[in-house]
T-cell receptor, first 111, second 114 residues
Framework: DTEVTQTPKHLVMGMTNKKSLKCEQH?????MYWYKQKAKKPPELMFV???????INESVPSRFSPECPNSSLLNLHLHALQPEDSALYLC??????????FGEGSRLTVL | GDSVTQMEGPVTLSEEAFLTINCTYT??????LFWYVQYPGEGLQLLLK?????DKGSNKGFEATYRKETTSFHLEKGSVQVSDSAVYFC?????????????FGRGTQLTVWP
């Protein structure tokens, strides 16, 4: 199993809504990541979890709240987002060798 | 800091043409190097990788060699197909204390016409 599974694939939310993005991997990787990707741009790192602990937060606004319930799951809780937060949100995991395995992404639209 | 410089696109080729997408890196050490491909509406897929100098990564007819002397990792394919149309990202990093912090190039859009 070499997959990273993300749900939902598409999400539309208003600026006052609370929603969550979910990510799951069963490759035994101990590092998991959230990236944000705008159209025609490279992915931008948001958060890194290593052994279920938050190790990197790239100065992401608090309206994005990550959570790692266990070594296979990663969530991104969304609250009071802005239209400019509309983007493709990518989850990834990595073994010790460092290459990232990405999910298909969750395309978020904030109205 | 570490960075990856990737040739600007878009690149448009006819089927069976030769492809080169240039990538150079700047780093304090010798990072692992990767090429990722992103098809429309999808996430990034690892295409190939190299972890040390002179390593050659290859996959699906694509190749790239880690050249320490020129700090380069150019992507090549001898005969492209319409199905290769996608955005290609060069990336570096990924080990030790920087585990998972990959530095991505800006991406190169490839379009292959039949």
């Amino acid at each position: 199993d070499t997959e990273v599974t993300q749900t939902p694939k598409h999400l539309v939310m208003g600026m006052t809504n609370k929603k969550s993005l979910k990510c799951e991997q069963h490759m035994g990787h101990r590092a998991m990541y959230w990236y944000k990707q705008k159209a025609k741009k490279p992915p931008e790192l948001m958060f890194v979890y290593s052994y279920e602990k938050l190790s990197i937060n790239e100065s992401v606004p608090s309206r994005f709240s990550p959570e790692c319930p266990n070594s296979s799951l990663l969530n991104l809780h969304l609250h009071a987002l802005q239209p400019e937060d509309s983007a493709l949100y990518l989850c990834a995991s990595a073994p010790y060798t460092g290459e990232l395995f990405f999910g298909e992404g969750s395309r978020l639209t904030v109205l | 800091g570490d960075s990856v410089t990737q040739m600007e696109g878009p690149v448009t080729l006819s089927e069976e043409a030769f492809l080169t997408i240039n990538c150079t890196y700047t780093a304090t050490g010798y990072p692992s190097l990767f090429w990722y491909v992103q098809y429309p509406g999808e996430g990034l897929q690892l295409l190939l990788k190299a972890t040390k100098a002179d390593d050659k990564g290859s996959n699906k007819g694509f190749e790239a060699t880690y050249r320490k002397e020129t700090t380069s990792f150019h992507l090549e394919k001898g005969s492209v197909q319409v199905s290769d149309s996608a955005v290609y990202f060069c990336a570096g990093g990924g080990r030790g204390s920087t585990l998972g912090r990959l530095y991505f190039g800006r991406g190169t859009q490839l379009t292959v016409w039949p």
